[in-house]
């Protein structure tokens, strides 16, 4: 069986790829970081586990990226279903990318086409991505989530006073840093709804009305499209479990439009589909 | 002198009774940071770092400026004063004590700035000497260390797990010994040997050579892009920082009026330097970092005669890329200019 090491060495000797998107080793054990491998012996430092984050297929639309040439991408199974959603988005095109993908016991498979991975992500269980543990140290050190409530089920559970109480006490922490936006794979805007300012849309402040509407903007503009990797919460200093916003979304997305984006190359977006044959009348 | 804890006691209890507020590292789950408390208890004395600095406390992520209506073309406008009650900021590190220059020099440069001013005038900083460190630690390269006083008004160095020495270093610090009688003992029989042995931090970088070699490097595009690499321009690392001071005035307006605000800004945002003309003097991340590292460790230190950096290493533990600001720069360092 050949290493992932081994693949990424070869596409770079035979041309076929001009840089690995991948992780190597970070600043202490049990930490990583996303790595940019340009030459076969500088291979070795690639870490085969793609449970990592933040997800990677975020730097594909870097320029600096693109500006290196064919790019391969270590992914996991969320990385194959942020690729379907950015090629239903039009923003990666059909054998732009060549993808090494490592299955939950670490096997790696090369992936050429688009067509490749809506096959491969066909066999993905159900639940593949939501599930999938980051191992030890992901993202940032300090990154942790706060004590409470750890799952949508339990949010959900909350008697709606105690409920607000803990989304308020939760975006109290929040800093406007972005972090969230920057880590995400399908935050892609080159301006961000928030950076229009003139007049500024969303206010910027990092009080209790400014956090409140960029959290619920950013989730909303993520509903029926997020892939629920969990790059953003990973991401926040401050430990918001703010990917909990749009796992609730992604679930009602699923339940009342069958939306399941990132499982196929399809265009069904739930929240900008039109159909005549709508059972609601309000669009008519 | 000496501190013990039912010592502590007495003073947060004291300092409480008179109206003063108290800022301290608390813990929530795994996560440390600074929070109002009122009693010793809430404190979390055995954490390395706090996620976010102390310096909210001067300089709030919102700072509402003044409040005004509008009617017709009449515009009337009413200021808006800081809330700058007495505060005892208790339990910061060393590397955090020093910030404070940092921030003197930005906020008093030409004019005194009207909100953090009075704000640093009725703050009186107690810090504990770290007996640990971490892999993100790098004090001692930037002037600072684990034991270093500059910026404290009491430095406390931990003797037993219920005992500390006090040093107490300035006026501020004598009002606060005194404005809780007993609280604080002379030191008798204990004396610094029995402090508990500082933390090691060792040198990542010389700082002599890193300024030396910083103003060659400004056209190393190829040495900054592959600094930046992984950056992801989000403002994680600056909002983290003790010493980053950038801010962005936006007016909230209403029908008939509004408010005016103060908010941290970044200089990893793409906007941060985007002009009313449309013209951006930066528009690669890679230029955006470099602007972070140089005005860090060559502007600020040109300009105001203090560096932008105390080693807390906060940015790089929040960083979810990890872009480690040690390790970036100890490469520049010893990079050929």
New interface residues.
């Given amino acids: 069986m050949s290493t992932l090491v081994d693949r990424a060495r070869a596409l770079l000797e035979a041309g076929t790829v001009q840089v690995v998107i991948g992780f190597g080793a970070g600043s202490e054990p049990g930490r990583v970081r996303p790595v940019f491998v340009r030459k076969a012996e500088a291979c070795d430092s690639l870490v085969a586990d793609a449970r990592h984050r933040p997800n990677l297929c975020t730097y594909l639309l870097k320029p600096e990226i693109r500006a290196m040439g064919r790019p391969a991408i270590v992914v996991g199974a969320a990385g194959l279903r942020t690729l379907l959603q950015l090629a239903v988005e039009n923003q990666i095109t059909d054998g732009a990318v060549h993808v090494l993908y490592l299955d939950a016991d670490g096997a790696v498979c090369e992936l050429p086409t688009l067509a490749a991975i809506e096959e491969r992500a066909a066999m993905l269980p159900p639940d593949a991505v939501v599930s999938a543990p980051a191992p030890g140290a992901t993202g940032a050190a300090t990154s942790a989530a706060s004590a409470g409530p750890v799952g949508i089920e339990q949010v959900d559970a909350l008697p709606l006073d105690e409920r607000w109480a803990f989304w308020q006490n939760e975006l109290s922490r929040c800093i406007r840093c972005y972090a969230c936006r920057a880590a995400c794979p399908l935050c892609y805007c080159s301006r961000c709804i928030v950076d229009v300012n003139q007049p500024q849309w969303i206010p910027v402040a990092a009080d209790a009305f400014g956090t409140l509407e960029w959290n619920v903007v950013r989730a909303m503009h993520l509903a029926g499209r997020c892939v629920e990797c969990g790059s953003c919460a990973d991401a926040c200093p401050v430990g918001i479990r703010i990917d909990l916003l749009n796992r609730v979304l992604a679930s009602e997305a699923r339940s009342h439009f069958g939306a399941e984006p990132g499982r196929s190359l399809r265009r069904e977006y739930a929240l900008s589909t039109f159909r005549p044959d709508d059972t609601a009348d309000f669009i008519r | 002198m000496i501190l013990s804890s039912a010592g502590l006691a007495t003073l947060f209890e004291r300092l409480t009774a008179a109206g003063h507020r108290i800022v301290a590292p608390t813990r929530?789950?795994?996560?440390v940071?600074f929070a109002e408390v009122t009693s010793p208890q809430a404190v979390a004395f055995d954490a390395v770092q706090t996620?976010?600095s102390a310096k909210a406390v001067l300089f709030p992520?919102?700072e509402p400026m003044l409040r005004y209506r509008t009617a017709g073309h009449d515009v009337q406008d009413e200021a808006i004063a800081p809330d700058a009650r007495p505060t005892m900021l208790f339990g910061a590190r060393p590397c955090d004590a020093r910030s404070i220059a940092t921030l003197k020099a930005v906020f008093t440069w030409d004019s005194p700035d009207p909100y953090v001013e009075p704000r640093l005038a009725a703050t009186t900083i107690v810090t504990i000497a770290c007996t640990k460190a971490?892999?993100?630690c790098f004090c001692t390269s930037v002037g600072g260390g684990p034991a270093d006083p500059q910026g404290s008004d009491i430095l406390l160095t931990p003797i037993a797990d219920d005992r500390w020495a006090a040093d107490v270093r300035t006026d501020k610090g004598r009002a606060l010994v005194a404005a809780a009688p007993g609280a604080f003992e002379p030191a008798g029989g204990h004396g610094a040997a029995a402090a508990r042995p500082i933390a090691d931090v060792p040198a990542r970088f010389g700082l002599a050579a890193l300024q030396q070699r910083l103003p060659g490097l400004f056209e190393q595009d190829a040495l900054w892009?592959e600094q930046?690499?992984?950056c992801?321009?989000?403002?994680?690392c600056?909002?983290?920082c003790p010493t980053c001071t950038c801010f962005?005035i936006?007016d909230?307006r209403g029908r008939d009026g509004g408010v005016r605000?103060r908010?941290?800004d970044?200089c990893g945002?793409?906007?941060f330097t985007l002009h009313a003309s449309g013209h951006n003097p930066r528009t690669?991340?890679?230029e955006r970092w470099r602007q972070r590292v140089l005005h860090k460790f060559a502007y600020q230190p040109e300009r105001l005669g203090v560096l932008g950096c105390v080693g807390c290493g906060?940015c790089?533990?929040?960083?979810?890329?990890?872009m480690?600001l040690a390790?970036h720069v100890q490469m520049l360092a010893e990079a050929t200019a």
């Fill in positions: 929530d789950g795994d996560r940071d996620v976010r992520p919102v971490d892999a993100y892009i930046s690499l992984r992801l321009g989000c403002g994680a600056a909002f983290v962005d936006q909230e605000l908010c941290w970044s945002f793409g906007q690669r991340q890679s906060r790089s533990r929040s960083c979810p890329v990890d480690n390790e």
